[in-house]
């Protein structure tokens, strides 16, 4: 009777081995950042309704614009490829994943020998094996490497919702941007028109001789100069559309924006919250961290290669099917290996990921600076957008009585045509003017959201 193998050395060490056996990986510490107590813009925060969780787009109370935001969502491709990326962080969690569980491979092999040789019949000879593997992870680095990529996925998911935002932001943007130069093309067309008139009036001065010819050349350039202005407004408004189908995913041909005036709109005023709630908010800041905590578990893995490993194998084998001799065998073994001299491949390594974390350090701090940046600017322009909206449209005002009673002097005769010609100009560039802080103002509201992490919410 042949007596059992012995188990290899690896496996009668196996339980000291298992008692030794510890994560490589550090632990996670959140890098310490300077967080400040309040906004420098804290009356903005004063005077705004705090926004309840949702899509922040909604709150301009216009349905096209809801209408396009949601339209990006679905059909953007730049949304689509981040999609992409999470799947393919996913794929890869899996594939690493792998590591920690046994593998099983098979074999199998068929052959015949022809009849002669003292044979009378064809003899067929068939064999199979199975061989089942497992490298224990004594030092936790294939759980480093697993844990890794799952905080690849969170990375991956957060620069979703980072691209998302951004999405939002431009459609609305280029949807504001759209409306403003609509109602700039209808200013410059009141003008025009106004200047068309104040032409024949000029002409028949002209023709009864009670004002001279320069007057009519100077009044002509006026009405020129407006109608030059117009092909471009244009051409600035579909190129608007054009961007707008693109963000949503369609065609630009024949693609047009139904609203006409910024008026439609209504203006949200976000509260700005603490500084501290951006570190959880911003999903930029959360891709970073995540980022970090990858780089960290790479470490792990890393110190661990350095370590043995020891792997445990049962293969078994099966002979002689078809020919009615059945055999079998099984065999069971372990083997331990120990890196001895690797050329500073693994110190190579090690020192790679202990950069590559101090870097991504780096840029989590910059990020949140980043961050408390563009909040503290969006807070800024809000804030001087609305002032210089209200000043400019006491300007308009004012711009449009001038006009009216320069026109109406020049027509009695108490005022020279100059007066007409600046306040003509005053009139046009004050009103024209007025309607692209109106443009700020929203473009203002639509960045701070944006700075604030929009409606991004974290998960539980």
Known sequence: MPRPRRPATALALLPLLLAAACSQTPDYRAPEVTVPAAWDGAAQEAAAARADAGAWWQRFGNAELTGLVEAALTANQTLAAAEQRIAQARAVLRS???????????????????AGDGASDADTAWSGSLRASWELDLWGGNRAAVDAARFGIDRARFEREATALTVQAEVAEAYILALALKDRLRIAADNLDAARQTLALVE????????????????????????????????????????????????????????????????????????????????????????????????????????????????????????????????????????????????????????????????????ILTAFKDVEDALVAADSSARRTDLLSVAADRAREATRVSREQYVAGTADFLAVLDSQRSQLSAEDSLVQAEADRFSAGIGLFRALGGSWQTGP
């Open 96 to 114: 690493t994943g792998a590591s920690l569980s046994p593998t099983l491979d098979g074999s199998g092999s068929l052959s015949r020998r022809a």
């Open 204 to 367: 028949t001065r002209v023709t009864e001789g009670l004002s001279p010819p320069l007057e009519l050349a100077q009044q002509q350039a006026t009405v020129a100069t407006i109608e030059a202005s117009i092909p471009a407004l244009q051409r600035q408004l579909r190129a608007a559309e054009t961007a707008l189908a693109v963000l949503t995913g369609q065609p630009p041909q024949g693609f047009r924006v139904a609203g006409s005036s910024l008026a439609e709109l209504s203006l949200p005023a976000p509260a700005a919250g603490q500084p501290a709630d951006l570190l959880v908010r911003r999903p930029d800041i959360r891709a970073a961290e995540a980022s970090l905590r990858a780089a960290n578990a790479d470490i792990g893995a890393a110190r661990a290669a350095f370590l043995p490993s020891v792997s445990l194998s049962l293969t078994g084998g099966l002979t002689g099917v078809l020919t009615g001799g059945t055999t079998t065998a099984l065999d069971l073994a372990s083997g331990l290996a120990a890196p001895l001299f690797s050329g500073g491949r693994l110190e190579g390594a090690l020192e790679r990921a202990e950069a590559s974390e101090t870097e991504l350090v780096a840029g989590y701090r910059q990020s």
